[in-house]
């Protein structure tokens, strides 16, 4: 796992979990990046041996920009999430909207279909799933973004995909029935400025960030009325067997996962 910060990712404990389920050989380490030195960093890996890599913030589109392949999904997002080794060079794909869907579909029983959904942020975390979440046909998406020009990129991008607009946290209007915190502010313990009036009656808000704790914004939802406030260590699980499975052509099984990490954290 690459990225900046990343000494509270949990992804060994996942990866290490999978190989033993699933009797693979594998060595999975956390790898701090300068923030001015992820190419550096993933060609140092790589000439050590290394053939794989889950990519985490801030370095999801510099990973696409490393990639001399990429999935569709990837494409598609121009944010890659999982690297692996092709040939002499790096084949990008990213898992994240799988691993969101699979999530929110098959661990909590929630249907996106007519629904109206707010993803927060307009980064690589966001890029990620908003191809996954539109092919869902949602009755509408809106990306909010501090920087509307940020979000009306993805709306460009995606536009063809469904039914997407772009508006500043100040502009937005209506109701929502699914809130996505897609932003990175929860590592500072923050949340987007959001007004709680946004959230419809029985709305579900989603953090993809995760902690031992419960996250700055699933406290906000709670406290706004939110019918369920999720975190993203789900997603983060379900996302790792679709990154395995690209390496291993080895499907695990999350959910015995899953509940091991949350009574570890309980």
């Not at 940020?150 to 209007?173: D, M």
Request: with cysteine; aromatic share 8%.
């Amino acid at each position: 796992m690459i990225g900046n910060p990343v000494a509270h990712s949990k992804s060994p404990q996942i990866h290490a979990a999978f190989a033993a389920q699933t009797g693979q050989n594998i060595c999975y380490t956390r790898l701090l990046a300068p923030l001015e030195g992820f190419a550096e960093s993933a060609a140092a890996f790589a000439a050590s041996g290394g053939r794989g890599m889950n990519v985490t913030v801030p370095f999801k589109e510099q990973a696409f920009q490393l990639a001399q392949e990429h999935g569709e999904s990837a494409r598609l997002a121009g944010a890659v999430n999982t690297l692996s080794r092709s040939g002499q060079g790096w084949r990008g794909d990213n898992t994240d909207g799988v691993g969101l869907l699979r999530d929110l579909h098959n661990n909590h029983g929630y249907l996106i279909a007519g629904r109206r959904v707010l993803v927060c942020g307009a980064g690589g975390a966001a890029r990620g799933v908003l191809a996954d979440l539109l092919r869902e046909r949602p009755a509408a998406l809106v990306v909010a973004n501090r920087t509307i020009a940020r979000a009306a990129e993805l709306v460009a991008r995606f536009g063809r995909h469904g039914p997407i607009t772009a508006a500043n946290y100040r502009e937005l209007v209506g109701q929502f029935d699914l809130v996505i915190n897609a932003t990175a502010l929860g590592l500072s313990d923050q949340v987007p400025p959001l007004a709680g009036k946004l959230l419809a009656p029985g709305c579900w808000c989603y953090d993809m960030m995760y902690g031992d704790s419960v996250t700055a914004f699933q406290r906000w939802a709670i406290a706004n009325g939110a019918s369920r406030a999720l975190d993203g260590l789900g997603m983060l699980v379900e996302q790792a067997a679709e990154s395995f499975y690209l390496w291993r052509a080895v499907r695990p099984a999350t959910a015995p996962v899953i509940a091991s990490l949350r009574h570890a954290s309980a």
